[in-house]
């Protein structure tokens, strides 16, 4: 994983049901978590993220995605971990901050969630934030949450997409995610 140098911004189309495209940006700080900001950016770079579910959604805690549509494509990334960042006093699980998911130490593949509120406990478990939505928190309120942590991981990781659109059809879902211009440009 090539370090990211430099803060970037990348913006998700989001299609929070049918005929409802909206957006959110989020502002990545590889001084952070360098490892994790380097790691996202790849996936960004690689479009890891185009048609992903947003699979778990706890109101008032998370919203979790990260699991490849493709279950071929979910195999490759579930192998490709990264090791863990350390947590800096200064850097938060606050409302809108972003950080990897994982099971373990140094067990980040794809796996992201944001906080949907203030989160501090988690600062000592070892989920460093990367980055922050800095536009359209309120997009991010709105991904479905209807299912709450049904949607099984193991089954998504085997099918995919297939699983997902057959048992949980109305989950919310990335249209698109890139890199957008630099901090002067939005």
């Not at 803060?7 to 700080?29: A, N, Q, R, Y």
């Not at 001084?31 to 778990?56: M, S």
């Not at 008032?60 to 490849?68: D, E, H, K, L, S």
Request: no cysteine; aromatic share 10%; net charge negative.
């Amino acid at each position: 994983v090539l370090l990211a140098s430099g803060e970037f911004k990348v913006e998700f189309d989001v299609v929070l049901s049918k005929g409802d495209t909206k957006s959110f940006v989020i502002e990545v700080h590889p001084d952070w978590a360098p490892l994790g900001a380097a790691r996202f950016k790849e996936i960004i770079e690689e479009n890891v993220y185009k048609a992903a579910r947003f699979f778990r959604v706890v109101p008032n805690f998370v919203v979790q995605w990260g699991i490849p549509g493709k279950a071929s494509e979910a195999a490759k990334w579930k192998e490709r971990k990264i090791d863990d960042d350390p947590q800096l006093d200064s850097v938060s699980n606050t409302k809108g901050r972003i950080t990897f998911a994982k099971s373990g130490p140094n067990t980040r593949t794809t796996q992201v969630f944001i906080n949907l509120s203030d989160n501090a406990n988690l600062d000592s478990m070892g989920f460093p934030p990367f980055g922050e939505v800095v536009s359209g928190m309120d997009v991010v309120e709105q991904i479905f949450s209807g299912y709450g942590e049904q949607p099984n991981q193991g089954q998504i990781q085997e099918s995919g997409n297939v699983y997902l659109k057959k048992e949980f059809p109305n989950l919310s879902y990335i249209k698109a995610a890139r890199l957008v211009g630099s901090k002067s440009e939005l």
